[in-house]
Nanobody
Framework: EVQVVESGGGLVQTGGSLRLSCAAS????????IGWFRQAPGKEREGVSC????????FYADSVKGRATISSDNAKNTVYLQMNNLKPEDTAVYYC????????????????WGQGTQVTVSS
């Protein structure tokens, strides 16, 4: 059984930083893509960033480009999302997902989701 556990959320002031962690188990980590998504109250879930574990390729949404860095520690089956210069509009529940993007895509095929971690940015 694949399990995904997020951690690292919290309350931070505008301009601060957080590092979110996503630990995956029960899967062949190197075959996967790992994605970060977020959902703010009253809004739809949006994709934030993703990484292809075997390729190392990354994607960032425009809303976080230049402020976020996604990375993986394959030995720990863990992906990190470093968020800097946080803004109040970054406030949301952040979810991690494990996917099988297939042979040609970087990310996608999201199959297993974590429970989420709350990020709150105060102004």
């Amino acid at each position: 059984e694949v399990q995904v556990v997020e951690s690292g959320g919290g309350l931070v002031q505008t301009g601060g930083s957080l590092r979110l962690s996503c630990a995956a188990s029960g899967t062949t980590f190197e075959k996967n893509a790992i994605g970060w998504f977020r959902q703010a109250p009253g809004k739809e879930r949006e994709g934030v960033s993703c990484i292809g574990i075997s390729s190392g390729g990354t994607f960032y949404a425009d809303s976080v480009k230049g402020r976020a860095t996604i990375s993986s520690d394959n030995a720990k089956n863990t992906v990190y999302l470093q968020m800097n210069n946080l803004k109040p509009e970054d406030t949301a529940v952040y979810y991690c997902a494990v996917g099988d993007p297939g042979p040609t895509a970087l990310c996608g095929g999201w199959e297993t989701w974590g429970q989420g971690t709350q990020v709150t940015v105060s102004s």
